[in-house]
């Protein structure tokens, strides 16, 4: 499922491949990712205009296509965005298409089709009608501090929750809280100062290195919790078999030894 991270990789390289050529159509396959927007309307607003800008906030991508238009993309359990030179044939759960003039496509790719596309006036506005809180990777040190240490419950299903701070995902929840050396259960307003400081060093760690390696699972670290986790699975700290448990209703990977409850 794109993370933040992902999408931050999707956001480049639609900012590398898909801006300022004028959209000649909008092919709608299958409508179901469309919210709250018709295949014609959606055809309509966008046809003679260009894709200006983007803008990321947690797991949504915003692409500007004129005043007070915004394209929101976001991309579920398995979207992402695949860019076809002339003649290339899209991919089989291309769900809707932007055409350019120089026959160039952007395909918005989703096998179990969870992702939404919509078009809105106002990112400040959307994030608030959703609720969403600072993206991860603009918190600051004193915001994470309050928004953390605030909040009763596990740290894990804090760091989850889009509405405290918006981007982290299970995988990367796991990640964050097994560099910091964590229990995904600790109970997040029993950390201290120094504990908060170090979780958020982590998140930043994490997250910025992902995007570095372009969420290329082959070359995150070996050291990192993400390659071993599941089954079978050992630490790649101490070598102990990896635990799981529910926490904030998902299925977390941690190591027992390494990662104590604050
Ligand atoms: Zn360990």
């Not at 801006?19 to 179901?32: A, F, K, M, N, P």
């Not at 290339?88 to 026959?103: G, H, L, S, W």
């Not at 405290?164 to 560099?179: C, H, K, P, V």
Request: hydrophobic content about 40%; overall charge positive; aromatic content about 8%.
């Amino acid at each position: 499922m794109p993370e933040l991270p992902e999408v931050e990789t999707f956001k480049r390289f639609l900012d590398s491949t898909s801006l300022h050529q004028r959209i000649t159509d909008v092919e709608v396959r299958d409508s179901y990712v469309l919210k709250r927007v018709s295949a014609r309307r959606l055809t309509r607003r966008l046809k003679g205009r260009r894709f200006e800008n983007s803008h990321r906030h947690g797991k949504h991508l915003f692409v500007r296509a004129g005043d007070e238009l915004w394209l929101r993309l976001h991309f579920g359990m398995t979207g992402s965005p695949e860019y076809l030179r002339h003649g290339e044939v899209p991919p089989k759960a291309a769900r809707v298409i932007f055409c350019f003039t120089d026959n160039c496509r952007l395909a918005f790719d989703d096998q179990r089709k969870f992702g939404e596309i919509e078009l809105i006036e106002s990112i400040d506005e959307f994030l608030q009608a959703r609720g969403l809180g600072p993206d991860a990777l603009n918190v600051s040190l004193s915001q994470f501090r309050a928004i953390v240490g605030k909040h009763n419950g596990a740290v894990k299903a804090i760091l989850l929750n889009q509405k405290l701070i918006a981007g982290i995902g299970n995988l990367y929840a796991d990640e964050i809280l097994f560099r910091a050396r964590m229990h995904p259960a600790t109970e997040a307003a029993r950390m201290s100062d120094k504990d908060l400081e170090g979780l958020f060093r982590a998140m930043r760690y994490v997250l910025d290195k992902a995007i570095t390696l372009k969420t290329d699972f082959n070359r995150l670290p070996k050291s990192w919790l993400l390659t071993h986790r599941g089954k079978a699975g050992r630490c790649p700290r101490c070598g102990r078999a990896l635990k799981s448990a529910t926490i904030g209703g998902r299925t977390s990977w941690f190591c027992a030894h390494c990662q104590k409850r604050a």
